[in-house]
């Protein structure tokens, strides 16, 4: 059983259909809807936590690719650049999915995505503005 | 225990000074910070003062000469939107560019003037670096607050400060001293720092050059003497072509604006075991007041909600109001440590001889608390 987080792309013609439904039924993987939003043109993108094997994980992934809804897996979409961040902690105690932590012997601060909901609230925290998103 | 600074520097000279790290901190400075630049003269010259100039995009204050110029750390692009885009990114200020020239880069200087007979030009659009400039001298007029405020919001609306971003009902606080590690936290009267006293700054060597602005010399204090609330403050100046973009980091606060953070080591020499007890305060000893930035503090109010300690603060959670708050620093103790580890070890080769200040800071009693803006100006606001 293994769990991964990935942003969802639908274009304009599939986003009336029922697709996460269809990832659950006939793929047998439980979701967890994070975020979505469709613009006004009808295009919508949507944060999905998925659970479930590791086959039926890659069969629904082929699924999403037949149906035109393009999938990326989420722990690549925040990053830190290592270069710029100063270790302040400014992050610490912002993060609704604890991602950041100090580590009390070097002071410095830890970044695990792993957890990351891509809520991009660390954005705005960072004063060295050492945090990007990619979607 | 060595009794005078000669005998410390004697002693560091045939290596045989004992070094402790615990008085040096990393300065946080949403403060006041700056650098002025000799730029050099163009042919025909231009004289700057009384003109405009832009040092990569950022205006810089040129009314002092020809072309010696100030630039402050908080000044922003004239063409940034502010806040008008709310809340604003304020990702290029001052503060950044000193980062981008500590770094050995190139940034465009595009100024002009109105021209004399001396001074027949009237605009100049080139790039300088840290090798064109003269002399490029860091100034901050205050760094290195001994104690500070816990920032919370009570409010129901998410506000944005020099203390980052605040969430509403005490969601999070912040905090920015240093605590134990802070260098005026350990001399609380301000008996071994004072003007001429030599320092670690920026990556360089700097030296406290006065007391800094709205610098308090009598605070309440706690039984141990150390201030309970923001105090003394330093005014520090050095070579910004010997320092480096690791200790000065231009920071951008969204809402709030743009600054500078600015590493500062200061060494204490343990004359006796007066000094020695007090610089040996912990986290536990040192009392901060949380104070509300979405009332009490703009509108200069005078309530704190609680006093913590930095033992509780480092812990990561505080209570305020009997709820459970997150804390987060904003002065990193990553780099304070190696700024101590740093400053210790050109003290152990002799690289940096201690100094015995010229002057004092203001003391206990002296009478100079900072005032507010006279209440007549305060109440002509529309």
């Not at chain 2, 205006?59 to 908080?74: E, H, R, S, W």
């Not at chain 2, 050059?209 to 009598?218: E, H, I, N, R, S």
């Not at chain 2, 305060?281 to 913590?308: C, F, H, K, N, W």
């Amino acid at each position: 059983m293994i769990s991964r987080r990935f942003i969802l792309h639908f274009p304009a013609a599939v986003a009336d259909r029922p697709v996460v439904g269809r990832l659950a039924r006939e793929h047998g993987l439980d979701f967890n809807i994070l975020r979505a939003t469709i613009d006004p043109g009808n295009y919508g993108i949507m944060l999905l936590e998925l659970t479930g094997e590791r086959e039926a994980l890659a069969r629904g992934l082929a699924f999403l690719a037949d149906a035109g809804v393009s999938a990326s897996q989420l722990d690549r979409q925040i990053q830190r650049d290592q270069d710029r961040c100063v270790d302040c902690g400014a992050c610490l105690g912002f993060c609704p999915a604890r991602c950041f932590a100090a580590e009390a012997a070097s002071g410095r601060i830890a970044f695990d995505n792993g957890r990351c909901t891509a809520c991009g609230q660390c954005l705005t925290a960072c004063p060295r503005r050492a945090m990007e998103m990619a979607l | 225990m060595a009794k005078t600074l000669d005998q410390i520097n004697r002693r560091i000279a045939a290596g045989e000074a004992v070094v402790l790290t615990a008085e040096e901190v990393i300065g946080y400075a949403a403060c006041s910070s700056g650098a002025y630049f000799n730029l050099g003269h163009s042919k025909p010259r231009i004289k700057l003062g009384g003109g405009s100039v832009l040092i990569g995009g950022v205006p810089a204050y040129a009314g002092l000469a020809a072309v010696d110029v100030f630039l402050g750390a908080t000044a922003v692009p004239p063409n940034d939107p502010g806040n008008r885009l709310h809340p604003g990114e304020y990702r290029y200020g001052g503060g950044h560019v000193i980062e981008d020239l500590v770094a050995g880069r190139e940034v465009r200087l595009a100024a002009s003037g109105w021209g004399s007979d001396c001074y027949p030009s009237r605009s100049v659009d080139t790039r300088i670096s840290l090798r064109t400039v003269n002399e490029a001298v860091l100034f901050n007029p205050r760094n290195c607050y001994q104690n500070y405020n816990v920032a919370v919001n009570r409010s129901d609306r998410v506000i944005h400060t020099y203390m980052g971003v605040l969430r509403p009902r005490l969601a999070n606080a912040t905090y920015c001293s240093a605590g134990q590690l802070s260098p005026l936290l350990n001399d609380p009267y301000c008996e071994m720092i004072g003007v001429g006293t030599r320092i670690f700054l920026g990556g360089g060597v700097g030296y406290v050059a006065w007391p800094g602005t709205q610098f308090d010399p009598d605070p309440p204090r706690g039984a141990n003497g150390v201030p309970t609330r923001g105090a003394a403050t330093l005014a520090v100046i050095g070579d910004l072509k010997q320092m480096g973009p690791r200790f000065l980091c231009g920071m951008s606060f969204t809402g709030y604006g743009a600054t500078l953070a600015v590493g500062i080591g200061v060494p204490i020499p343990i004359l006796s075991e007066q000094v020695l007890r007090r610089t040996l305060v912990t986290d536990a000893e040192i009392l901060a007041p949380v104070v509300d930035y979405s009332g009490t503090y703009p509108e200069r109010g005078s309530e704190v909600i609680a006093e913590v300690s930095y033992a509780e603060l480092r812990s990561g959670r505080i209570t305020i109001d009997g709820k459970r708050v997150p804390t987060a620093p904003l002065s990193s103790l990553a780099r304070a440590r190696e700024i101590a580890q740093t400053l210790k070890e050109w003290i152990r080769r002799g690289a940096f001889e201690l100094t015995a200040p010229v002057a004092g800071l203001p003391s206990a009693g002296s009478g100079v608390p900072p005032k507010p803006m006279s209440e007549a100006m305060a109440e002509a606001r529309p």
